[in-house]
């Protein structure tokens, strides 16, 4: 049996302006789709979205595509649309949640070398950030530690390789990051089901 709906994969990149993601989104919504994921950043002055968005079977990626480009002027925005495909999305080892720290003076070849240590152990990244203020740099990124690998010892060799780009890194558990980075009580953190809960 055939299902009734079709999930599609879908980013947009355009120079930013106020309204895009309103655009996007009731662009989406107009071929009666349900949005189910949705990711959005602006990079150097450019608004680049990815989401997933299920929508009524017989709606081709064709048609998204055309339908969204009609929201922009001709040439503006880049709009891919592709087939969500479950078989195609592989799972990271298990692991537990990891915030990266890198800061110090910008300098070529930075990320290359971070995201080449971090690609030969195995550990994914799942969100990277920076931040830029004159010739001072600041990363921050959330990685996926396997479970495998002794943390001790990748923390003493990201501070060797940090140390070889004249970095200061940091590399602590996303719980201790968000107790020390956000205001509130750690053990919300611990434990959510004991957020709100008066002692």
Do not use: C
């Not at 996007?24 to 009666?32: N, P, R």
């Not at 998204?64 to 709009?79: E, H, K, N, P």
């Not at 990201?158 to 558990?173: I, T, Y």
């Amino acid at each position: 049996m055939e299902s009734a709906f079709t999930r599609y994969v879908i980013s947009v990149l355009i120079a930013d302006r106020p309204g895009i993601l309103r655009d996007v989104t009731s662009a989406v919504t107009d071929l009666g789709a349900n949005i189910d994921g949705i990711r959005q950043t602006v990079v150097a002055g450019y608004f680049t979205v990815m989401l997933t968005a299920t929508l009524p079977a017989g709606i081709s990626a064709s048609d998204v595509q055309q339908r969204m480009l009609r929201s922009f002027r001709i040439g503006d925005a880049s709009v891919t649309v592709v087939p969500y495909d479950v078989n195609k999305v592989t799972k990271a080892a298990t692991g537990e949640r990891y915030m990266v720290t890198l800061t110090g003076d910008d300098q070529t070849g930075i990320l290359q070398a971070v995201t080449s240590f971090f690609a030969d152990r195995k550990i994914n990244i799942e969100d990277w950030n920076v931040e830029f203020n004159g010739a001072h740099i600041t990363h921050v990124g959330q990685i996926s530690v396997p479970d495998l690998l002794d943390i001790k010892q990748v923390q003493i060799e990201l501070r060797h390789l940090a140390q070889k780009l004249n970095l200061k890194a940091g590399l602590q558990h996303e719980f201790i990051f968000r107790a020390i980075s956000e205001v509130g009580p750690i053990r919300n953190l611990l434990d959510p089901h004991q957020a709100g809960i008066q002692r």
